[in-house]
T-cell receptor, first 115, second 111 residues
Framework: DAGVIQSPRHEVTEMGQEVTLRCKPISGHNSLFWYRQTMMRGLELLIYFNNNVPIDDSGMPEDRFSAKMPNASFSTLKIQPSEPRDSAVYFC?????????????FGEGSRLTVL | DAKTTQPTSMDCAEGRAANLPCNHSTISGNEYVYWYRQIHSQGPQYIIHGLKNNETNEMASLIITEDRKSSTLILPHATLRDTAVYYCIVRVDNYGQNFVFGPGTRLSVLP
């Protein structure tokens, strides 16, 4: 089975540009999570969805960040405008309390560098 | 906030058992203990979880104390590929509840 697929794997952009990160969860999983990882702050939850509905977005840093899940097989995390402090690895994860123990399956991450 | 405390780092000799402790003294009766690990630059990987009984799978064993205030993850024969950051997380096994990751334990398996 294909795991969680994220794109792009690496993104280098300039401050002020829009960044869109994409995630395809594992088929059949109905919970999707976006995490951000930095050396300073570790692994932080940004937002998670159940059945395509955002449940908790309290971790989203500010209005520059937005996330959508238009259907069960696709989600985006958008940063507009981007800033150097947004540089991090962004992970997407999915889970299914029905198919397993509710454990998270992570993608390989999108490494973002904002110059 | 993470509800667990773990040592910052540990070393283990290759081929020996690695025992990683975790304190979760405020754990509730319906909270599970989950373990994940993150190998450098990869996404975290699920290892094992349990409620109150000891658990074993192909990767590791999980020993939970009777009062459930602490647990130990055991890698029975550590290899160099087990070098990673190991995260202990407590979580109610409810639908869609999120996982809160703390700083974890950096395990170095030495040749």
């Amino acid at each position: 089975d294909a795991g969680v697929i994220q794109s792009p794997r690496h993104e280098v952009t300039e401050m002020g540009q829009e960044v869109t990160l994409r995630c395809k969860p594992i088929s059949g999983h109905n919970s999707l999570f976006w995490y951000r990882q930095t050396m300073m702050r570790g692994l932080e939850l940004l937002i998670y969805f159940n059945n395509n509905v955002p449940i908790d977005d309290s971790g989203m840093p500010e209005d520059r960040f937005s996330a959508k899940m238009p259907n069960a097989s696709f989600s985006t995390l958008k940063i507009q405008p981007s800033e150097p402090r947004d540089s991090a690895v962004y992970f997407c994860a999915s889970s299914s309390p029905v198919l397993g123990a509710g454990e998270l399956f992570f993608g390989e991450g999108s490494r973002l560098t904002v110059l | 906030d993470a509800k667990t405390t773990q040592p910052t780092s540990m070393d283990c000799a290759e081929g020996r058992a690695a025992n990683l402790p975790c304190n979760h003294s405020t754990i509730s009766g319906n909270e599970y203990v989950y373990w994940y690990r993150q190998i450098h630059s990869q996404g975290p990987q699920y290892i094992i979880h349990g409620l109150k009984n000891n658990e074993t799978n192909e990767m590791a064993s999980l020993i939970i104390t009777e009062d459930r205030k602490s647990s130990t993850l055991i890698l029975p024969h550590a290899t160099l590929r087990d070098t990673a950051v190991y995260y202990c997380i407590v979580r109610v096994d409810n639908y869609g509840q999120n996982f809160v990751f703390g700083p974890g334990t950096r395990l170095s398996v030495l040749p």
